[in-house]
Every structure is written in structure tokens, then in C-alpha cells.
């Protein structure tokens, strides 16, 4: 089994920052690629970051220059630094992670039960 628990959301004044942090945990050989999808009232879940084992990142472009995604391989954890919040930032944030449970089992991805950011004045 596998889990992935995030931390970190709430209400937040335009502008402002929070951070969303996210660790796995579980039956862990390795983990891929890790990263951060949101999902507004109404609409799909679209990608927001995502980080390889190797540190390459990929950012949205409504995002980019604003936050920033890491990793500690480590301790298994992700990540994502949000800066200068907008309204449109609103959204449940879920964090995601390939894991490989052992090492003759394949690659699955996990998702966490999701985070929700508000950003309101």
C-alpha cells in the first residue's frame, strides 16, 4: 500500500503565498515522477507542476514565475511553493506520485485526497 497525504491549503488574500507539501509513504522501492494537479468547481483536473527523480521540472504556463515545484528524494516528499495567489488559483491541488512498490512490480501512480487552496479577498 502506498499513501500520499497532503498539507498546506487554505484561505489566502490575493497576493499572498502558501505552500503545499505532500509525503509518501508506504510500500516504496522507488518513485518517478511526482507533482501537483488542481481541479476547480466545474472543471477538469488540469497539471499544475510536475518534478522528475532527477529534478527536471514542468510548469504550467498560468502558473509559471509564481510557483515553484521541489522534491526531497530522501524523505519522499514534493513540494509546491505557491507566490502572488490569484483568485483563479482557486482549486482542490492534489499531489501525485509514480511509485514503484518493489522492484519486479511496474510503475503506478498514486494521487492524495486532495488540498483545497481559496484565494479571496
Known amino acids: 500500500q502506498v499513501q500520499l497525504v497532503e498539507s498546506g491549503g487554505g484561505l489566502v488574500q490575493p497576493g499572498g503565498s502558501l505552500r503545499l507539501s505532500c509525503a509518501v509513504s508506504?510500500?516504496?522501492?522507488?518513485?518517478?515522477?511526482m507533482g501537483w494537479y488542481r481541479q476547480a468547481p466545474g472543471k477538469q483536473r488540469d497539471l499544475v507542476a510536475t518534478i522528475t527523480s532527477g529534478g527536471f521540472t514542468n510548469t504550467a504556463d498560468s502558473v509559471k514565475g509564481r510557483f515553484t515545484i521541489s522534491r526531497d528524494n530522501a524523505q519522499n516528499t514534493v513540494s509546491l511553493q505557491m507566490n502572488n495567489l490569484k483568485p483563479e488559483d482557486t482549486a482542490v491541488y492534489y499531489c501525485?506520485?509514480?511509485?514503484?512498490?518493489?522492484?519486479?512490480?511496474?510503475?503506478?501512480?498514486?494521487w492524495g485526497q486532495g488540498t483545497q487552496v481559496a484565494v479571496s479577498s
Open positions: 501525485y506520485a509514480e511509485v514503484k512498490s518493489k522492484a519486479y512490480l511496474p510503475t503506478r501512480p498514486y
Open positions: 508506504g510500500s516504496i522501492f522507488s518513485i518517478n515522477g
